[in-house]
């Protein structure tokens, strides 16, 4: 399954709605950024997206990269949360695909409320079959 394929179902989203948050040249910069961090050797790539694990030079780049495709600052640190993940414990929409995860609701809510945060994506979409419980129960808590 595609990226778009996989975001898509996983985010009861549309393909429009995805279109209008340029999720995708989003995910192809930290792509080729995992992908070159792969090729030179490193033990955990996707740690060189990361907003705060990866080394100051190279979080600046990932800044600035993102920053080419146009976003505000707000947009782009949401973007960079969703694709790369928070220290809050989100793993980020890359690892997510990457490893395969079929995410729960609590991960479908976080990711909506971050394209939410773009402004491109209604947060209040839901699944018509939950498999972990349901979008309205974590909607409940607060979450």
């Given at each position: 399954?595609t990226?778009v394929?996989w975001v898509?179902?996983?985010?009861d989203?549309t393909?429009?709605?995805?279109?209008?948050?340029r999720?995708v040249?989003?995910?192809?910069v930290?792509?080729s950024?995992?992908e070159?961090?792969?090729r030179?050797?490193?033990?955990?790539?996707?740690?060189t997206?990361?907003?705060k694990?990866?080394?100051?030079n190279?979080?600046a780049?990932?800044?600035?990269?993102?920053?080419?495709l146009g976003?505000?600052?707000?947009?782009?640190?949401?973007?960079?949360?969703?694709?790369?993940g928070?220290?809050?414990?989100?793993?980020?929409?890359?690892?997510?695909?990457?490893?395969e995860?079929e995410m729960s609701a609590?991960?479908r809510h976080y990711a909506r409320?971050q394209?939410s945060?773009?402004?491109?994506?209604?947060?209040?979409g839901q699944?018509?079959t939950?498999?972990q419980g349901?979008d309205?129960a974590?909607?409940?808590?607060?979450?």
């Amino acid at each position: 399954m595609t990226f778009v394929d996989w975001v898509v179902t996983e985010l009861d989203i549309t393909s429009a709605e995805l279109a209008r948050t340029r999720l995708v040249p989003a995910f192809e910069v930290l792509l080729s950024r995992v992908e070159e961090a792969r090729r030179r050797g490193a033990r955990d790539p996707l740690v060189t997206v990361s907003a705060k694990r990866a080394g100051g030079n190279s979080r600046a780049c990932t800044r600035r990269m993102l920053a080419q495709l146009g976003y505000t600052d707000a947009q782009r640190r949401a973007m960079h949360r969703l694709l790369a993940g928070s220290p809050s414990g989100w793993p980020g929409l890359l690892a997510l695909y990457c490893y395969e995860v079929e995410m729960s609701a609590h991960q479908r809510h976080y990711a909506r409320r971050q394209l939410s945060t773009i402004g491109t994506v209604r947060v209040t979409g839901q699944r018509s079959t939950d498999r972990q419980g349901g979008d309205e129960a974590v909607q409940a808590r607060g979450a």
